[in-house]
C-alpha cells in the first residue's frame, strides 16, 4: 500500500508540531474507534491491534485500514474483558501521541460507539488501569534483565536499567543527574530536600530544567532471589504517575525508574517554584492578615480540586499529609499537585471513611491553617462529591485529626 501510513507514527509526528497541529489528535483517532467498535459487533476479536497494525492511506486518518489478521478470532461475542484488553493495546502503543485527556476522551467515544453491559466509569477506569499496567509489565521485563549486570548505579552501561523515559531524554543526562543527586545526599548539600527512614530525595540539574531524583535504599535486600529482580518501589512509583497522569491528576511528571538488586531510583520533574503546603502553612503563620487571607482562600481552592480529582478518579492515596502536597502557580492560579506516589491504589470508589482519612491527614501538621479555611476545603468538596453532604462530616473530620495528633504527641 504505497503512500500508508501508521496511525501511532502520524499521532506522534502531529503532537511534536506543537499544540496547534496536536489539537485534532482526538479527531484523527475517531475512525479507528469506530473501525474497533464495528469490528467487536461483529463478533471479530482482532488480538493483536496496535498503532502499528493500523494503516492510513494517504495519511488521511479517515482512511483506516486494519492489518495483520492472522490471529483474529472470529464466531463468538467479544466479551468486556477482551475489549477492554483491545482497547489497552491500542492506546498503550498510542500514548506519545496523545494527552492524557485525549486518552480518557477516546474510551468514552468508544464506550458512547460499543453496546457494553457494565457502567461506563467503570469501563474507563479498568482500560486506563490496564494501560499502566501494560507499561509496568514492560519495564519491568527489561528492568530485570539489565539488573543482573551490576549492583552499583557507576557499573551500569548507559542505556542499562531505565524504564520508559521522556521523549527527547538521553542517557548519560538521566545517569549524570543521578550520580549528582547520590553526591548531594553524601555529603549532605543544599541540593537534599528530604531524608525518611527508606528513601531520600535530593534535586538535580538536567540541562535546561532540573529533576527531583527519590533513592529507595536496601530496596533489593530480601530474602528471596527472585524479589530482588522485581520493579522495586521506584518502578510501582513510577507505575503510579504514569497512572496519575493518564487519568489527568496534578503531580509532577515521572521521567524514568532504575532498579538494581540493591536498590531503586525514580526520577520525576522537579517544580522549582512550588512549595510544601506543610512549609506554606508556617510561612503563613508569620504573614500580615491581609496577606494571609487570599493566601488561605486560593491554596484552600487548589486543595480540594486536587482531592476531588483524585476522588473522582477512584484513587486511593496512603499518605495524603502537607508534604506530600505541592503548591506552585500555574497560568495565574494556585495548583496543588501530589508528590508522593508510594502507597497509591486505583480502580477503587473512595468509602467516605476514607475520604474523611484523607481529609484528617491534610489537616494533620498544618499550624498555620487557621479552621474556617479548613472548612473551606470541605465545603469546597461538598459541591463534587455528594458523599460528602452527609450531616455530621466535619465534626468527624475533625476527631479524626484531634485523634491523629494525641496519638503523634503521646
Not at 485534532?24 to 473501525?35: D, F, K, R, S
Not at 468486556?80 to 484488553?85: D, L, M, Q
Not at 549486570?149 to 542499562?160: C, W
Request: net charge positive.
Amino acid at each position: 500500500m504505497p503512500g500508508a501510513r501508521p496511525l501511532g507514527g502520524f499521532l506522534e509526528d502531529r503532537a511534536s508540531g506543537g499544540d496547534a497541529a496536536r489539537a485534532g489528535g482526538i479527531e484523527a483517532l475517531a475512525p479507528t474507534l469506530n473501525v474497533l467498535a464495528r469490528m467487536h459487533a461483529a463478533g471479530f476479536h482482532h488480538r493483536d491491534f496496535h498503532g502499528g497494525n493500523v494503516l492510513l492511506q494517504h495519511g488521511d486518518p479517515r482512511d483506516v485500514v486494519v492489518i495483520d489478521l492472522h490471529r483474529v478470532e472470529r464466531g463468538r461475542e467479544v466479551g468486556v474483558r477482551a475489549r477492554i484488553e483491545a482497547l489497552a493495546t491500542l492506546l498503550h502503543t498510542l500514548r506519545f501521541g496523545l494527552r492524557g485527556e485525549e486518552i480518557r476522551e477516546a474510551i468514552l467515544r468508544y464506550a458512547a460507539e460499543a453496546s457494553l453491559g457494565v457502567e461506563r466509569e467503570r469501563f474507563v477506569a479498568a482500560v486506563l488501569e490496564r494501560v499502566a499496567r501494560r507499561e509496568a509489565a514492560r519495564i519491568g521485563s527489561r528492568s530485570k534483565r539489565c539488573a543482573r549486570e551490576s549492583t552499583e548505579f557507576t557499573a551500569v552501561r548507559a542505556g542499562g536499567c531505565i524504564g520508559w523515559r521522556r521523549r527527547n531524554v538521553e542517557e548519560h543526562v538521566l545517569f549524570e543527574s543521578i550520580a549528582a543527586a547520590r553526591e548531594a545526599l553524601a555529603q549532605g548539600s543544599t541540593a537534599v530536600r528530604s531524608i525518611a527512614r527508606r528513601s531520600s530525595v535530593a534535586l538535580a540539574p538536567a540541562r535546561d530544567a532540573m529533576w527531583a531524583v527519590k533513592v529507595y535504599d536496601g530496596d533489593g535486600h530480601r530474602r528471596s532471589l527472585r524479589a530482588r529482580f522485581t520493579e522495586g518501589r521506584a518502578g510501582a512509583a513510577y507505575r503510579a504517575g504514569f497512572a496519575l497522569a493518564v487519568r489527568d491528576v496534578a503531580a509532577p511528571p515521572v521521567i524514568a525508574w532504575l532498579k538494581t538488586p540493591d536498590r531503586s531510583v525514580l526520577v520525576m520533574t522537579a517544580y522549582d517554584d512550588a512549595t510544601t503546603l506543610l512549609a506554606a502553612s508556617f510561612a503563613w503563620l508569620a504573614a500580615p492578615q491581609e496577606q494571609r487571607d487570599p493566601a488561605l482562600r486560593t491554596a484552600a481552592i487548589a486543595v480540594a480540586e486536587l482531592l476531588s480529582s483524585l476522588w473522582s478518579a477512584r484513587v486511593l492515596v496512603h499518605d495524603l499529609s502537607p508534604k506530600n502536597v505541592l503548591l506552585r502557580e500555574c497560568d495565574g492560579r494556585m495548583q496543588a499537585s501530589l508528590c508522593d506516589f508510594d502507597g497509591i491504589r486505583f480502580g477503587r470508589a473512595p468509602t467516605l471513611e476514607r475520604m474523611i482519612r484523607g481529609l484528617a491527614q491534610v489537616n494533620d501538621c498544618a499550624p498555620g491553617i487557621p479552621a474556617r479555611a479548613r472548612l473551606r476545603v470541605l465545603a469546597r468538596l461538598k459541591r463534587t462529591l455528594p458523599q460528602l453532604r452527609r450531616t455530621g462530616v466535619a465534626s468527624a473530620v475533625w476527631r479524626t485529626t484531634r485523634a491523629r495528633a494525641e496519638k503523634a504527641t503521646s
